[in-house]
T-cell receptor, first 110, second 116 residues
Framework: SQQGEEDPQALSIQEGENATMNCSYKTSINNLQWYRQNSGRGLVHLILIRSNEREKHSGRLRVTLDTSKKSSSLLITASRAADTASYFCATDEGYSTLTFGKGTMLLVSP | DVKVTQSSRYLVKRTGEKVFLECVQDMDHENMFWYRQDPGLGLRLIYFSYDVKMKEKGDIPEGYSVSREKKERFSLILESASTNQTSMYLC???????????????FGEGSWLTVV
């Protein structure tokens, strides 16, 4: 079952601009994670934010979590062409499995 | 670094064939997963295993079975392949769930299966 839904489905920006992707989910969660997938490859973990955290940073990535609205956002600052990929949010409800959204396709043009 | 290795990157099989997709992880992870990824549908969990010889059905187990005889190896089996099983299959692994650490999942590079 699909828990997270990313928005927008696709995003096209120029190098140097910021990219913001959003994720909404339905039920209470323990953690929320963001993953990246380059075309035709496996997913790579980017960042995890716990339900009791509101914001987290990792390099050019900034993640926010609003549990009252059941939503999260991923901000990539100063985007590069190499950031072109699909980005997925994934939620867990305290068990071993994660539930993934359908992803946002980000295209960063030089 | 965690390494999850899927034995075949690209396969072409005929309808009705029995297909084995093999996956090996080298980090002594307790959990292993098989996902299927299709355009517009995202990732869907087929099966997961939390220990040797243990398995749990995911969201779409029909038409698939799994085998976990050793901790590091998790196999996905298509008993009789059909064209609607043409897809990208992703294997993944993780440590046993912990509230303190969460459960980051590590993925293989994927296996593209075409059933003709």
């Amino acid at each position: 079952s699909q828990q997270g839904e990313e928005d927008p489905q696709a995003l096209s920006i120029q190098e140097g601009e910021n990219a913001t992707m959003n994720c909404s989910y339905k039920t209470s969660i323990n953690n929320l994670q963001w993953y990246r997938q380059n075309s035709g490859r496996g997913l790579v973990h980017l960042i995890l934010i716990r339900s009791n955290e509101r914001e987290k940073h990792s390099g050019r990535l900034r993640v926010t979590l609003d549990t009252s609205k059941k939503s999260s956002s991923l901000l990539i600052t100063a985007s590069r062409a190499a950031d072109t990929a699909s980005y997925f949010c994934a939620t867990d409800e305290g068990y071993s499995t994660l539930t993934f959204g359908k992803g946002t396709m980000l295209l960063v043009s030089p | 670094d965690v390494k999850v290795t899927q034995s075949s990157r690209y396969l072409v099989k005929r309808t009705g064939e029995k297909v084995f997709l093999e996956c090996v992880q080298d980090m002594d992870h307790e959990n292993m997963f098989w996902y299927r990824q299709d355009p517009g549908l995202g990732l869907r969990l087929i099966y997961f295993s939390y220990d040797v010889k243990m398995k749990e059905k995911g969201d779409i187990p029909e038409g698939y079975s799994v085998s976990r005889e050793k901790k590091e190896r998790f196999s996905l089996i298509l008993e009789s392949a059909s064209t609607n099983q043409t897809s990208m299959y992703l294997c993944a692994s993780s440590l046993r769930f912990s509230y303190r650490t969460g459960n980051t999942i590590y993925f293989g590079e994927g296996s593209w299966l075409t059933v003709v």
